[in-house]
């Protein structure tokens, strides 16, 4: 009985040997591999940092693309809406200029500029000729101004040489304070200026003064604007006055004109 009592208490101290053991061999193993996994748990950190951060990187661009391009669309939408309304003043003004004598003036549009019989760049070609009553020598303004006379008629188009033009000659006067008008007459002057020679007025002539048409030689109707001058100086030969005038429009920039139509 002695001899089995002994034998167990052996059994049972050879177990707890054995778990104690096993608990120190486990926490050896855990200890061993505490450096592997500290540093992949470091490096996961880091590399997952790292994607994070150009994950975040990409969204911000993205954004910032997606941010200009809607700038970018809605300069283009500004820039049309500002277009439409210059576009609809301009044919405001156009409609009040023909309402104003509908059976006097035909509207046209301007096709092409240069190469007519004047010279390149001192003409343009517009859509309304001989069929919708055009001739020529008929006098062509827009709302501004005088623009210059028919030259060329074909059945559906027609050439009008611009006031540029040095052949196309007109009578003027400018409107000065005073019981008389200054007088002169207006031809093309290159680079964008016409000139106003023989200028006759007994005092002196203001800048800024508007040159309008006097309707000597049956020509062109009195009264039309041809543009403002500018100066006035000695001619090359020092014997008579004459002034640079700025034109009431922009000829190369010209869409529609209105063609005078003899009753």
Do not use: Q
Not at 205 to 229: A, N
Request: glycine share 12%; proline share 5%; hydrophobic share 45%.
């Amino acid at each position: 009985m002695k001899a089995r009592t002994t034998g167990s208490i052996i059994v049972i101290a050879l177990a707890a040997l054995g778990a104690l053991a096993l608990i120190c061999l486990r926490s050896v193993a855990v200890e061993a591999a505490y450096p592997v996994e500290h540093a992949k748990r470091s490096l996961l950190t880091r590399v997952g940092s790292r994607l994070s951060g150009l994950f975040r990187a990409s969204a911000a661009s993205a954004e910032n693309v997606r941010l200009r391009r809607e700038v970018a669309s809605l300069a283009l939408l500004r820039g049309d809406l500002e277009r439409l309304e210059t576009e609809n003043a301009r044919l405001r003004r156009a409609l009040g200029y023909v309402a104003r004598s509908p059976e006097m003036w035909l509207a046209a549009g301007v096709l092409s500029r240069g190469g007519g019989a004047a010279g390149e760049g001192e003409t343009i070609r517009v859509d309304k000729g001989s069929l919708a009553g055009v001739s020529e020598g008929a006098v062509v303004t827009v709302p501004e101004g005088l623009v210059g006379r028919v030259t060329e008629v074909t059945p559906h188009t027609a050439v009008v040489t611009l006031l540029a033009d040095p052949s196309i000659k007109v009578a003027c006067e400018i409107e000065v304070d005073g019981p008389s008008r200054a007088s002169g007459i207006l031809s093309g002057g290159g680079e964008d200026l016409l000139v106003l020679r023989h200028l006759r007025h007994a005092g002196e002539v203001p800048p800024r003064s508007r040159v309008l048409t006097s309707g000597r030689g049956g020509v062109f109707p009195p009264g039309l604007v041809v543009g403002t001058l500018l100066e006035v100086r000695k001619d090359a030969k020092g014997l008579s006055r004459e002034g640079e005038v700025l034109p009431p429009v922009d000829y190369s920039t010209l869409e529609d004109v209105f063609i005078r139509r003899e009753k």
